[in-house]
């Protein structure tokens, strides 16, 4: 049972209502806007509606909350499945649409208005938004609020009918202008709205239910239980049970809030990310970058850590900002524990090795993990010239260097003790190459007494592969973007993205399938990207090694 599932509020809740008898099994949803692709804030609501189901043999539906077509389609409804599915989770046969209730909620409709607790309204919008009042004020009532039943019936037709234009007429729920609550004020049903084209319904409709009204009557028609929402819907809560109250559904959900995920150093409003994508701030919603589950996934993580960081950060009603660094450290375990290792030059530097033995190894026979054998072995080819990175080289060393420098020894990892004997400049002044010497005892250990500090990666010149590497920051420099009424814009990180285009690699890495997910000893940890191929292969950074942000964020200043 999980971690998430154990210690939450909501969890609690669950366990009384199964215990007293309320339910004998329980149901939720996870009811998505298709307006644009998943993100991290998503997933947390994904493991808890579908993690509380599993937990509790209950089923959790997949609904599709399809009430306002003009920013809907279908691109994002196919997103969102797959990031559902790959999340790890599935909905069998219970995949639903609240345009699938658009019937029926016309006849609730219909049957609020034969009550007296619905009216056609004909204030215009900005008229309606007058006479609600404010927070310290009470509303005024419609002088359209005591039209007869019949008088309301026919309008009501005549608007589905499309006879009148958008905006000329509402149905509103006859409820309390006096209330405190303003979402109680008489509520908006129904807007009419021509011309669009809905991505399941077609031209059907041009009369279109609220969010409010169609959602607790969309959980009562499939027998949701409980009804988890984010705490901004924690005022909407009374109008939610007048709904399902006053119309004949066949159920009464509760609706139960909890804390929204926000996350430092990135956006998770759907407005935002649609303007990164649109703007061309960045590739796409599967740029490596985002905090979509598709950019995640592309960046290199796997559902088992998106869901473990779901668990760390837990569910609470206090709103906060999850730090960055929790996210990255759910990723870094699981690869460290589980991607193989390999190893990959970033910044190459030729290393000629004058004096290699004739019985040196062609092919180095390498562990893929140091701490699990059951990841077996691989041959690294080896041979007389090599690359290794600039960075492991110095001519001049700060104190306390410990790699390669002119006249000094360090080891070339699973193979020999080399020492640099000769640097060799271009006409520039730049080196472009090392002459090293052998030592031919050392291969793979040090002989007794012989202390070598330093150990370096490497990849064989013949043999490597040119890769390219795309390092992936932090999209934006600071923890909360657009904080301080700065345009979000005004806060992203210059160095998010830098593209390295000569690096060398090993061929069983490149050779990989894209998806497959790699420790770059002394590195970090990378994926091959899904356009990647075995002659131009492509690698993301999906984590540094440690969490080195903290450092260099501190000595940017
Ligand atoms: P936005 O306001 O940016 O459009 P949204 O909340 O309207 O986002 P939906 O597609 O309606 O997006 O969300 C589907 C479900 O996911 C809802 O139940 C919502 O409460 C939940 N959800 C959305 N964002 C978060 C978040 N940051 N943390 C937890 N749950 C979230
Ligand atoms: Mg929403």
Not at 133 to 149: C, I, K, M, Q, W
Not at 227 to 248: G, I, K, M, Q
Not at 480 to 496: E, I, K, M, T, V
């Amino acid at each position: 049972m999980s971690e998430l599932t154990r210690t939450n509020f909501i969890r609690q809740i669950v366990e009384e209502d199964l215990a007293n008898g309320k339910h004998t099994s329980i149901k939720t949803r996870f009811p998505p806007e298709p307006n644009g692709y998943l993100h991290i804030g998503h997933a947390k609501s994904i493991v808890l509606n579908f993690g509380l189901a599993e937990d509790f043999d209950g089923a959790c539906n997949l609904r599709f909350d399809d009430t306002n077509p003009h920013k809907e389609n279908v691109e994002f409804v196919e997103s969102i499945k797959a990031d559902v599915r790959w999340l790890g989770f599935d909905w069998g046969e219970r995949l639903y649409f609240a345009s699938d209730y658009f019937e029926r909620l016309h006849d609730y409709a219909v049957e609020l208005i034969r009550k007296g607790s619905a009216y056609v309204c004909d204030l215009t919008p900005e008229e309606t938004r007058a006479y609600r009042g404010t927070l310290t004020e009470p509303g005024r009532e419609s002088p359209y609020r005591d039209r007869g039943v019949d008088e309301n019936l026919e309008l009501f037709r005549r608007m589905r009918a499309g006879e009148f234009p958008d905006g000329a007429r509402t149905l509103r729920a006859k409820i309390d202008m006096a209330s405190p609550n303003i979402n109680m004020r008489d509520p908006v049903l129904y807007r009419i709205r021509h011309g669009v084209i809905h991505h399941q319904t077609g031209s059907e409709w041009c009369l279109y239910p609220t969010y409010d009204y169609t959602h607790p009557i969309s959980d009562a028609l499939e027998g949701i239980t409980h009804s988890l929402c984010t705490l901004e819907f924690e005022d909407h809560r009374p109008l939610y049970d007048w709904c399902v109250a006053n119309v004949s559904v066949p159920s009464r959900p509760r609706q139960i809030e909890f804390s929204r995920l926000n996350l430092e150093y990135t956006v998770m409003s759907k407005r935002l990310l649609t303007q990164l994508v649109e703007e061309g701030i960045v590739e796409g919603w599967d740029d490596p970058r985002m905090p979509t589950i598709a950019g995640l996934r592309r960046r290199g993580f796997t559902p088992a850590a998106v869901r473990e960081f779901c668990e760390r950060v837990g569910v609470t009603k206090a709103d906060n900002l999850v730090e960055m660094g929790i996210l990255e450290s759910a990723i870094r375990d699981d690869l460290d524990a589980n991607a193989p290792r390999t190893m990959a030059v970033l910044h190459p530097l030729k290393v000629v090795l004058t004096d290699l033995p004739a019985d040196a190894p062609a092919e180095i026979i390498a562990g893929n993990h140091p701490k699990n054998e059951a990841m077996g072995k691989r041959g690294v080819a080896f041979g007389a010239e090599l690359y290794i990175d600039r960075g492991d080289f110095a001519e001049d060393p700060p104190k306390g260097f410990k790699r390669l420098v002119p006249g000094g020894e360090v080891r070339l990892r699973n193979a020999y003790v080399i020492r640099c004997d000769e640097v060799i400049k271009d006409g520039m002044g730049e080196v472009i190459e090392l002459r090293c010497s052998v030592d031919a005892s050392t291969l793979g250990k040090n002989p007794e007494g012989r202390k070598v500090k330093g150990v370096i990666h490497w990849v064989c010149a013949a043999a490597g592969v040119r890769a390219e590497v795309r390092l992936y920051d932090r999209l934006f420099n600071v923890p909360q973007p657009g904080g301080g009424g700065r345009d979000f814009r005004d806060d992203l990180n210059a160095d998010s993205l830098r593209t390295l285009t000569n690096c060398v690699v090993e061929a069983s890495a490149a050779a990989a399938a894209p998806g497959t997910r790699f420790q770059f000893e002394r590195e970090g940890y990378f994926v091959l990207d899904p356009e990647s191929t075995p002659e131009r292969p492509l690698f993301n950074r999906t984590v540094t090694l440690k969490d080195t942000w903290g450092k260099a964020q501190g000595a940017r200043k």
